[in-house]
């Protein structure tokens, strides 16, 4: 990671977490995973807008903590159409635990990101999803060995950037599955333009996933006609009558959620 001084306190802070945090014991994992790009391209055909729901206790820029169980709210996200689902497993900032996700995962049947901020290869064996968060500009020039080793234990790593460069580098390393953060890591603020001016430079093979800013039905169409093939969505939907707030990003109707 180059540029530390770079980011806001937060995320530095988010970054010694990870660095100090220490390896699972035990050998590689081998996960038979749930296809990301088919999730999200299944609930494009069937009407749906392919949001990618977040399981989000907290984080540095929200305030307060959700308590529900994580479960709980894994299962009102599908009910209200969400096509796959993310959770966080960063402990110290976000209240997240491999845990959460291994219980999630068991309970679903729709592709379970993990969020979390991966910084070496034995991180990836903490426990099995079916993506794994891969942010381009913490892991710096291991990005390449990275994606290698996540597809090598089954993992499709969804690689996080935030401008041209870093999807220029992310495609040069394998990138297939690229989410763009409309967040500024160093300022913190969200501009949807990011996606917007990133977008265009991607592969046309490339699945594309928004992420970060994503608070109305308005946001998430513009972000599907600006070439989202996902959105990645929490707060907005972690805020308030969790099913509601993803029925109103997904526009699934009452039928297309039943489980």
């Known amino acids: 990671m180059n540029e530390s001084e770079e980011l806001a306190p937060a995320v530095a802070s988010i970054l010694r977490s990870a660095e100090a945090r220490g390896s699972p014991d035990g050998g590689p994992l081998s996960v038979d995973s749930r296809s990301l790009p088919d999730a999200l391209a299944d609930a ?125 580098r992310a495609v040069r390393a394998g990138a297939e599955i690229i989410g763009v953060n409309n967040r500024d890591l160093a300022e913190l603020e969200v501009d949807l333009e990011t996606f917007e001016s990133v977008a265009p430079f991607a592969p046309d093979e490339a699945t594309l996933v928004a992420e970060s800013g994503i608070a109305t039905p308005d946001d998430a169409h513009r972000m599907v006609e600006a070439g989202a093939d996902g959105l990645l969505v929490g707060s907005a939907i972690m805020d308030g009558n969790v099913a509601e707030n993803t029925q109103k990003l997904t526009g699934a109707t009452p039928e297309e959620t039943q489980t």
């Open 44 to 168: 494009e055909a069937d009407g749906r807008v392919p949001v990618v729901a977040e399981v989000k206790p907290t984080s540095p820029t929200t305030e307060g903590t959700r308590e529900a169980d994580p479960v709980e709210l894994a299962e009102r996200m599908i009910e209200g159409g969400a096509a796959a689902l993310s959770v966080l497993t960063e402990p110290d900032h976000f209240e997240g635990s491999p845990e959460n996700l291994r219980r999630v995962r068991e309970a679903v049947d729709v592709p379970v990101l993990r969020k979390d901020f991966i910084l070496r290869e034995a991180q990836l064996d903490t426990v099995e999803a079916d993506a794994v968060l891969l942010i381009a500009r913490f892991v710096g020039d291991d990005l390449e060995g990275l994606i290698s080793a996540a597809r090598d234990r089954g993992f499709q790593p969804l690689v996080e950037v935030h401008d041209r460069e870093e999807l220029a």
